[in-house]
């Protein structure tokens, strides 16, 4: 397991914070699926459009909160959300990349977008949890842009995510392993 480093990037986002090296891995691991679903997307979809960029940057920096919120590394909670946005906004980001920060875990909302869709996805699927109302909605975007049957679209991303989660427990041990170093 070699997940991406983002760790020269990540520091110069959260200044004076250091990032835990559990929350470090966690970002690097959702990186490496979000840029493998969009790799996917750009080959069997080149039609389907949106911010490969956007999308990176969201999953390298969709819990940056957490440098502050440090409880919410191994707990459930959502400050992290509003104190990343913080964060991202105080270090000269435009509001449009630090979205990601809480619309990963808001992705039913109206104002998402494919960009945000993909990050979420990956938030999830890295670890093998599966969301079908989020696949769902990828699978009626893409089947509506490509006019591809929904079944059949459904049928490729469903053997992209089963193909990622059956990687979930190595990258599970890997970001677990980060606390013991």
Do not use: C
Not at 48 to 59: K, M, P
């Amino acid at each position: 397991m070699n997940p991406t480093d983002l760790s020269p990037i990540i520091s110069k986002l959260t200044g004076k914070h250091k990032i835990p090296p559990r929350l470090l891995a966690h970002l690097s691991l959702v990186y490496d699926v979000a840029k493998t679903i969009t790799i996917w997307l750009h080959k069997n979809y080149p039609q389907i459009e949106f911010d490969e960029n956007a999308v990176l940057f969201g999953a390298a920096t969709h819990d940056i909160g957490k440098v502050i919120a440090t409880d919410e590394i191994t707990k459930p909670g959502s400050t992290h959300e509003k104190l990343g946005y913080q964060l991202l906004i105080e270090q000269g980001m435009k509001a449009s990349l630090a979205r990601f920060t809480y619309t990963h875990s808001s992705w039913t909302s109206k104002v998402t977008t494919i960009e945000d869709w993909i990050v979420s996805l990956a938030d999830k699927v890295w670890r093998g949890t599966r969301l079908t109302d989020l696949e769902d909605q990828i699978v009626q975007h893409i089947s509506d842009i490509s006019k591809k049957e929904k079944w059949q679209v459904f049928l490729e991303l469903d053997d992209l995510l089963t193909l990622i989660s059956q990687d979930s427990e190595t990258r599970i041990a890997f970001q677990t392993k980060q606390d013991l170093e």
